[in-house]
Every structure is written in structure tokens, then in C-alpha cells.
């Protein structure tokens, strides 16, 4: 690498990271110091700048759903619960999915191959929210409002991820695949004792990606669940806030934002080097 | 145990008019307990050939019998086959123990049994220290000697190997031709290992097949081959530097190539169109002009060490000899008499390339 002394230069960068720093970090700042005042400290102007002493307070109000305002008052802590088993059912389906339709499309010879990948290739190019009136009608029709099934199946299927792990099993070179047949390995057999471990840091980067995918999901729960019982966090944090002038509680609704911006927060941050590596290197 | 049987073996891609052959029929018997090498240049189908016995292409044509038992319809693992690949092919993830037991574990051998017989083949092949290792974590020598002991611990009727030395440095590859060598000594386990090095072929096998254009030229032991070559393919394909062939006209004792008439001390085969070999070893070189020799004109001197070679025309064609480095050698430009015993010419006919006479 080419190392510089240019004092100027530095400065400059530095100056243009911090800018970007408090660019993204100033709003979630805000929104930890809101979420630790009572609600009419907050909307005096100017709002304080440094934390309150209400943090445990609002932080168990908000999910337990003890004070009630004028949006919708259920228990955070429920709505965390459903948005923690959407994002992972959806990012251990999509895998688990992507992982068997790539190994089918690299590994087997079947009629209409190509145009069963050319058709998973094309649906990378429709977002959800192309299909998602025909899908709503589905899931209804089927009595899956309101239910995990009706949260994640419909969003499982995935041209990404099985893209991506057919472009890895393609690395994969063929005499492993006829090593593992002289040693007699049948097809699932080799599945499971070798591309699925080698494509370890694939999965966990997909993981990752996948998981905060799920966990962000705002415009398909919204029209899926009209349960309290069934939102996830993200439409909850919508619903706490009431149209119209009624004072809101915009304490426990910073507190929500917090708490739904954590878990993402720690799956990025523990699972980084994997993530990294899956995205980086190909381990052969 | 394994012997080979391959009965007109034929290899083609696609179907129809459009179908390309690239094996045209190979007929080979292999003995149960041999060592046998298949040789040949880049695209001749060896490996091709190999992989068929093995199971890893379908077999177009023909038959393929390991052990007296017809196997053109099974599947690999069930041909009683290990087979050694060019780059290894180890699972990356798994340790150097694991790689060799994966077979064994999959046809459901014994834990104990798994554990004896991968301990034996790591004592043999000297990989007790680095059983627990990745194979990244090897050198380039380790990994193909831990590719050979997961072959040798299924204990097969038959070792298919193709190419496993190319992978290794020069002075490895010497190394691990003896390794292999040795071990085919104790193990007398049927061998069939496929190579473009001629040198390979001739330390490794006891016999070998010289293969060219998916056409088996000749099989023979390396001796036979080298001395009495079946065809101009092999005469110009086995030997460094290759045997020196001229095209000619034979009549009596005559030869006539280029418009120029050579003597022959004795008479060729046949008279007509022929091909005459000479390997460079042959050629006897004498600084005084006769009538009866046949006139080279120096071009070129290579020193190797040992001996030294000459190269040079006669008439239109090129034309090398080897000497002893202490020999009395001619210089660039010089012309000299070359001559060669009868026994040492090798005569083939000019259209089938075939060999002529003894």
C-alpha cells in the first residue's frame, strides 16, 4: 500500500468522515437522548441535547405496553418477538431454498434447465412490490392474514441468494464433485458433506444480509397483519404514532426505534467477520 | 483382484453427423498386479480413456471389464476403482484424516477398521504428523501423497491416475515417480496412470500404451517401445531428442531421399515408398568423406554435459546425432559422413506409418 505524507490532505479526509459520522450518527444521538426524557420534555423547543433519567422507565413502558397513548399501546416486547422469528424464518428459508434450486441448477441435467434459471434470473428485476396485490389476494385467499406463515413465506423465495450460490458452486471444481463420486457419495450426500461447508461463509454473509432484510420488511406485514398481536416492530413503530393533534408519546415511540434498530445492529456487528470473509474470499 | 479388459472402446460427443469421435475403438488387455502407463501428447483422449475406466464419462461404444466384471453401466464407486486426480481434489474443509476415511464412511466401513487401515496408509506414505491438518495447510508434495492414501486405503482391485506429478516441481516429481514406484512393489495393486511425460512413462511403467489422435498406437514395455517403435508417431514421440525420420524411395541397396541416393550396407524390407527412423544415439559419425557414407551438413552444436548434439541436413532433411562430449566433434558448417548399422534403422511404411520388417 502507498503511504502518503500529505498533512493537508489528511485533514480533509478526516474532516469529510466526520461530517459523514455525525451525518448518521447525530439522528440516532437524537433519537437515544428522546428516548430517555418524559414526552413533554421532548417536545419543548429547544429538546434536550444530553440523556434524561427516564431510560428504564420508557424502555419498560415501551415493552410492556404499559402506558397507553393515543396510537396503538401494545407491548414492544411482542412485536420484537414477531420480528425476530419473521427475519429468521425468512433468512434461514431463503438460504435453505437458494442453496438446493442453485445446487439443482449447477449440478443436474433436467429438461428446460436453462429457462428454469433465465426465469429465477428474470424475477431479480421485479421488487416485491410489483407482485404484491396478486400475493396479498393469495395469502388471503389461503387464511394466512395475520399469521408467521403469511409474514415469511412470500418473501422467501429468492433470485439473489440463488444466484449468488450458483456462482460460487460454478467455482467449485469439478474433480472435487469426482472425487466425492469414486468415494461414492451420492448427490445429497455430497450436498451436505461438502458444498453446503464450503459454502460456510457464504451462508453467513447471506445471513446477515438476508436477516436485516427481514427485520426491515415495512410495506408487505403492513398489509398482512391487522393484528396487534401479529405486528412486527417496524409497523408498530408506525402505529404508535396517532394521526390527527393528539400529544403523542414520542418517548416510547424513540424507545421502539432504539430497540428496532439493536438487533440488526448486533447481528452486523458479531457476525462482521464472517460477513466480510463470505464477501471477500472463496475459501477452495 | 483387477485386471483390465478393454474391448474396442469408443468415445463419441453429440449424436448423429454432427457426433466427433475422440476415441476410435481401443482394444487392451491390462494384467491383474500391473503397472501400466498410458502416453500420449495433449488431446490424444488418455485422459479421456482413463476417465471411462473410471466411470466419470460414458462409455460410447465398446466394453470396459474390471476384474472379469463388466462395468460400462456402474457407477464409480461401485467399479472397485481409487482414483488419483491431477490437482488432488481434497475437501478443502475436511482434515487429512477425514479426506482419506470420506469413502470409508460412506460405504459404511467399521470405526476401528476406518482408523487402522487410514493409520496404515499414513505410516506408508510417511503423513503421520499431519493427519489432523487442512490440506491448505500442506505443501504441493503432501497433498498428492494424501490424494494416493485415500486411494490406497479403499484398498481397490484397480489405481487410475491421471497425471498426479504434473502439479510438483521437478525435482518432487523425481521424488514421488520412485515413491510410487515403491509403493506399487509392496501393494501389486493393478495401475493404470495416464501422462504427456514420456520420461514418466518410461520409469513408471511395465508396459505402456502410446496413445495419439484417440487411436491406440502401440502397447508394449518401455523397452519394446523404444526399440522397436509400431509406428513414425512413436519412433518421433518416444525418445529426446526424437528419431531422426527420412522419407525415401527404397530400390535394392539403395535409398533414395531428396534426389540424393544413400547406400545401405544391407537391403530395406520392401522396396517402394519408406519411412527410415534413426534414433540419434545411432549415428556414427566419421570425418573422412567416402563414396559409401551419406554427407551431413552441420548446423547447430548443443553441449549437454554428457554428450553432445548435432544437428544438421541431410539432403532437405534435418537430421541429429548424438555424441559422447569427449568424442571428436565437427564444427558449425562442416560437412561429415554419417553412418548407421542395419540393425539400428527402423523402417515404416510411408502411407500407413506403420512398422516394416523386424
Known amino acids: ?284 | 483382484m483387477g485386471a483390465i479388459s478393454l474391448r474396442n472402446v469408443v468415445k463419441r460427443y453429440g449424436f448423429g453427423p454432427k457426433a466427433n469421435a475422440v476415441i476410435h475403438g481401443v482394444n487392451a488387455e491390462i494384467e491383474n498386479g500391473e503397472f501400466v502407463v498410458i502416453v500420449g501428447p495433449s488431446g490424444c483422449g488418455k485422459s479421456t480413456l482413463l476417465r471411462m475406466v473410471a466411470g466419470l464419462e460414458e462409455i460410447t461404444g465398446g466394453e470396459i471389464a474390471i476384474a472379469g466384471r463388466v462395468v460400462n453401466d456402474l457407477e464409480p464407486s461401485e467399479r472397485d476403482i481409487a482414483m488419483v486426480f491431477q490437482n488432488y481434489a481434497l475437501y478443502p474443509h475436511m482434515t487429512v484424516f477425514a479426506n482419506m476415511a470420506y469413502g470409508l464412511k460412506i460405504a459404511r466401513v467399521p470405526e476401528a477398521e476406518i482408523r487402522t487401515r487410514v493409520d496404515k496408509a499414513a505410516k506408508i506414505l510417511e503423513l503421520g504428523p499431519f493427519l489432523q491438518r487442512k490440506p491448505r495447510e500442506l505443501s504441493g508434495g503432501q497433498r498428492q501423497r494424501v490424494a494416493m492414501g485415500r486411494a490406497i486405503v479403499r484398498q481397490p482391485a484397480v489405481f487410475l491416475f491421471d497425471e498426479p506429478l504434473s502439479n510438483l516441481d521437478a525435482k518432487l516429481r523425481a521424488q514421488t515417480r520412485l515413491e510410487i514406484q515403491k509403493l506399487h512393489g509392496e501393494l501389486r495393486t493393478t495401475s493404470l496412470f495416464v501422462t504427456h511425460d514420456q520420461v514418466e512413462a518410461m520409469t513408471l511403467a511395465e508396459r505402456m500404451i502410446v496413445m495419439n489422435a484417440g487411436r491406440m498406437e502401440q502397447i508394449g514395455t518401455p523397452d519394446e517401445v523404444y526399440h522397436r517403435p509400431a509406428t513414425t508417431f512413436v519412433a518421433a514421440f518416444i525418445g529426446s531428442p526424437p528419431m531422426n525420420l527420412v522419407r525415401g524411395v527404397t530400390e535394392g541397396n539403395g535409398f533414395t531421399a531428396g534426389g540424393q541416393l544413400l547406400p545401405l550396407a544391407a537391403p530395406a524390407p520392401r522396396a517402394g515408398d519408406l519411412v527410415l527412423g534413426v534414433r540419434p544415439e545411432h549415428v556414427e559419425l566419421s570425418f573422412d568423406l567416402k563414396a559409401s557414407g551419406w554427407p551431413l551438413r552441420v548446423q547447430a552444436l548443443e553441449m549437454l554435459g554428457a554428450e553432445r548434439l548435432v544437428y544438421g541436413t541431410l539432403g532437405e532433411t534435418l537430421f541429429t546425432a548424438r555424441l559422447d562430449a569427449t568424442a571428436p566433434h565437427p564444427k558449425v558448417g562442416d560437412i561429415v559422413n554419417i553412418g548407421v548399422t542395419p540393425e539400428h534403422m527402423h523402417w515404416f511404411d510411408a502411407a500407413t506409418t506403420a512398422r516394416v520388417g523386424a
Open chain 1, 1 to 284: 500500500m502507498m503511504v502518503e505524507r500529505r498533512p493537508l490532505l489528511d485533514m480533509l479526509s478526516h474532516a469529510v468522515l466526520l461530517v459523514g459520522v455525525l451525518v448518521v450518527a447525530f439522528p440516532v444521538y437524537l433519537t437515544f437522548v428522546a428516548s430517555t426524557h418524559t414526552a413533554q420534555e421532548i417536545i419543548q423547543a429547544p429538546m434536550p441535547l444530553l440523556p434524561g433519567d427516564q431510560f428504564l422507565h420508557n424502555y419498560e413502558a415501551a415493552l410492556t405496553g404499559s402506558e397507553r397513548g393515543p396510537g396503538s399501546g401494545a407491548p414492544v416486547a411482542r412485536m420484537m418477538w414477531v420480528s425476530l422469528v419473521s427475519a429468521v424464518v425468512i433468512a434461514v428459508g431463503k438460504i435453505a431454498i437458494s442453496l438446493l434450486s442453485a445446487f439443482a441448477i449447477v449440478y443436474f441435467r433436467f429438461p428446460f434447465k436453462q429457462v428454469v434459471f433465465w426465469m429465477i434470473f428474470v424475477t431479480l428485476m421485479l421488487p416485491v412490490e410489483v407482485r404484491i396485490f396478486p400475493t396479498y389476494q393469495v395469502i388471503s385467499d389461503l387464511g394466512m392474514l395475520n399469521s408467521y406463515t403469511g409474514l415469511t413465506v412470500p418473501l422467501m423465495a429468492s433470485a439473489t441468494a440463488t444466484f449468488l450460490f450458483r456462482q460460487f458452486f460454478m467455482t467449485v471444481p469439478d474433480e472435487l464433485v469426482e472425487a466425492a463420486r469414486v468415494d461414492g457419495a451420492g448427490p445429497m450426500r455430497f450436498f451436505k458433506d461438502v458444498l453446503v461447508p464450503l459454502s460456510a461463509t457464504s451462508i453467513a454473509a447471506l445471513f446477515v444480509i438476508q436477516f436485516i432484510y427481514g427485520w426491515n420488511q415495512y410495506l408487505w406485514p403492513l398489509l398482512v397483519t391487522t393484528n396487534e398481536n401479529m405486528y412486527p416492530v417496524v409497523i408498530g413503530i408506525k402505529r404508535m404514532i396517532a394521526g390527527g393533534e393528539a400529544a403523542q408519546q414520542w418517548n416510547l415511540v424513540m424507545a421502539t426505534a432504539m430497540l428496532a434498530m439493536l438487533p440488526p445492529a448486533l447481528i452486523v456487528i458479531f457476525m462482521q467477520r464472517w460477513f466480510v470473509k463470505g464477501l471477500v474470499d472463496t475459501e477452495k
